[in-house]
């Protein structure tokens, strides 16, 4: 079986061989492996790989032959990795101190520094895959411009653009909170 195309073990993955299951496994976990050390994902790294083959195990019978097994398995594992660094986020900015938000510092604007860090959260989470991806491997993973380039095999150009366009859209999404807030905005997304 070790022989199999993917195509020929997704099928036989498919009418529930487990045979193929395990050389699918096999063939692709040191690849998903790479793929999440590259994007600093080592921590999550093993619950990744294990939740991606639950995932193509659970929906064997209604996987496409004609789809290429291997971008399958790599965009679940893609999109099991954002949801991991989108949990990394929440808990970064609920973290936050709050000296770092000056005007919000006291006991009395508790409710809006919470108000703050929801609105933050919800706006980062609507921005599109990849200025999101970006957003989060620059401030959470601390990743340079030129690391998260080479990381995702684009110019450090479209890096910076991507992080312009997704810093844009935080300021406006949070246009009602006070300027000094969104220098801090700024200020932590940037440094």
Known sequence: MNNA???????LLSEGNES?????????VGKLRAFL?????D???????QE?????????HVLQVSRSPEAYI????????LKSLKIELQLAVSDLPDTEIPDLADAESAM??????RALEASIEKLPDRPREILILKRIKGLSTEEIARELGISKSTVENHMNRALATLKEELSSFSAISLLFL??????
Do not use: C, G, P, Q
């Open 5 to 11: 195309s993917d195509t020929v073990l997704v099928k």
């Open 20 to 28: 193929a299951f395990t050389t699918l496994y096999y063939r692709y």
């Open 37 to 41: 050390i590259r994007l600093k994902l």
């Open 43 to 49: 921590k999550h790294m093993d619950d990744i790989i």
């Open 52 to 60: 991606t083959f639950i995932i193509i195990w659970k929906k064997r």
């Open 74 to 81: 790599f965009t679940i594992a893609k999109n099991l990795a």
């Open 112 to 117: 809006t520094r919470e108000a703050f860090h």
């Open 186 to 191: 700024e200020i932590y997304f940037l440094n």
